[in-house]
C-alpha cells in the first residue's frame, strides 16, 4: 500500500496528491507495525459517523494554537468563520470559493451550515452530487496547507478536485473572473514575497500589497448576474491607507454595495500589532455608484484582551448578527455603532 502511494505512475488523485512528498520519522519496523495494526482495528464505517472529519479540524484548530508557525499561519479562529458563514447564508447550487484557502475551514464551515439545514443534503431541494463535487472550491499557495486541506474535505465528504495548489495572483487567478456566488476568506498579509508583482492581468493597480491585490480579485471573481456576496477578513491600512489603496476601495465602492464592515478585536489573530476588520459586499450588477452607505460595528472599543485564557467566542458576536431592522440609507458614506 506504502509502496502504490509513493508512486506516481500508480496513485492518482486526491490521495496521490495528499501523500505526495510524504516525510516519516519511523525508525524500527515494530513501530511501522504497531500502527498498521492499530489503524486495522479501527471501525472506520463508525469513525467517520460519528464525526472524524470534525475530529481532524479540532487536531488542526489546537496545533495551531500551540504554534507560532505552521499552522497557525493559515488558521482563521472557528468561531469567526461560523459568524461570517451565516451572515453571508450560502445556498444549494451556489459556488462558493476561498481563494488563499490553507486548511479549507471556510468551505468546510460553509458545508456543515447548509447540511444543518438540508438534512445532510436529503432534503429533495438539493443536488447532493452537485454540493459534494461542485459547490466548494479554493486555491492555496503552501505545499503542506494544501495537502491538509484535501484531507479536510476528503474527510467531510467533499472532494477535492476543485481545491487547486497555486498562486491566486497569478495568471491562475484570471480563469476565475465573474464566477462564484459566494466568497468566504481571510487574505495572507503583508507583501508580495521578495517584492515580486503580481501577474494577475485583472488587477489594474498592480500594488505590491497583497491584501490589496487579493481584494481587487475577490470582487472580480464574483458574477454580475446578481446575488454574488463576499465576506474577507482585511487589516486595517486597506481601510484606510492612501495611493494604490485608495484606488482600490473606490474601485470596489463603484463595483460592489460594501454595506458592512464590522473591526475585529484586537488578538484576533496572532500576528502581532495587526488590527483587522472583516468587510461584507454584494457585487452590484453595473460598474459604477454600487454603493451608498457603510454600516461600521465596533467591536474593538472597551472589548476583553483576548487570548487562551479568554478565547473569542461565538457569544461576543451575538450582537452584531442580530443586524439593523433597517440598512443606512441616503448618500452618507458612513455610519456607525458600538457594541453594547
Not at 177 to 194: C, I, Q
Not at 219 to 228: L, P, V
Not at 247 to 257: E, P
Amino acid at each position: 500500500m506504502l509502496d502504490t502511494l509513493g508512486d506516481p505512475a500508480k496513485a492518482q488523485g486526491t490521495v496521490q496528491q495528499i501523500y505526495e512528498n510524504a516525510q516519516t520519522n519511523i525508525d524500527h519496523p515494530s513501530n511501522l507495525q504497531k500502527i498498521i495494526k492499530t489503524i486495522d482495528a479501527l471501525d472506520w464505517y463508525s469513525a467517520k459517523t460519528e464525526g472524524l472529519g470534525d475530529l481532524y479540524e479540532g487536531l488542526l484548530e489546537k496545533n495551531a494554537g500551540e504554534k507560532k508557525s505552521g499552522a497557525g499561519q493559515y488558521f482563521t479562529p472557528r468561531a469567526l468563520i461560523n459568524v461570517m458563514v451565516r451572515c453571508i447564508d450560502p445556498k444549494p447550487g451556489e459556488v462558493c470559493n476561498d481563494p488563499a484557502c490553507g486548511t479549507f475551514g471556510f468551505m468546510i464551515a460553509a458545508d456543515h451550515y447548509l447540511r444543518d439545514k438540508y438534512d445532510n443534503y436529503y432534503d429533495k431541494r438539493v443536488d447532493a452530487e452537485f454540493q459534494r463535487n461542485k459547490a466548494f472550491t479554493g486555491v492555496e499557495l503552501v505545499r503542506d496547507a494544501y495537502r491538509l486541506a484535501l484531507m479536510n474535505a476528503t474527510l467531510h465528504d467533499i472532494s477535492g478536485e476543485n481545491i487547486f495548489m497555486g498562486d491566486t495572483l497569478s495568471s491562475l487567478g484570471e480563469s476565475f473572473m465573474e464566477k462564484y456566488d459566494v466568497v468566504l476568506t481571510n487574505p495572507p498579509f503583508g507583501t508580495k514575497k521578495g517584492g515580486e508583482r503580481p501577474t494577475h492581468k485583472s488587477s489594474p493597480t498592480s500594488p505590491l500589497n497583497k491584501q490589496l491585490n487579493f481584494l481587487q480579485h475577490i470582487y472580480r471573481s464574483m458574477h454580475r448576474r446578481g446575488g454574488a456576496r463576499a465576506a474577507v477578513v482585511l487589516p486595517d491600512n486597506v481601510l484606510f491607507t492612501g495611493g494604490d489603496g485608495q484606488k482600490v476601495r473606490a474601485d470596489l465602492m463603484d463595483k460592489c454595495n460594501l454595506h458592512t464592515v464590522l473591526r475585529l478585536p484586537g488578538k484576533t489573530f496572532d500576528y502581532a500589532g495587526v488590527q483587522t476588520n472583516v468587510l461584507f459586499f454584494d457585487r452590484g450588477k453595473t460598474e459604477k455608484g454600487n454603493t451608498r452607505a457603510v454600516w461600521f460595528y465596533d467591536l474593538r472599543s472597551d472589548m476583553v484582551s483576548f487570548g487562551k485564557r479568554t478565547p473569542l467566542t461565538e457569544a461576543h458576536f451575538a450582537d452584531f448578527e442580530k443586524k439593523p431592522t433597517t440598512r443606512p440609507t441616503g448618500t452618507h458614506t458612513r455610519t456607525y455603532a458600538s457594541h453594547t
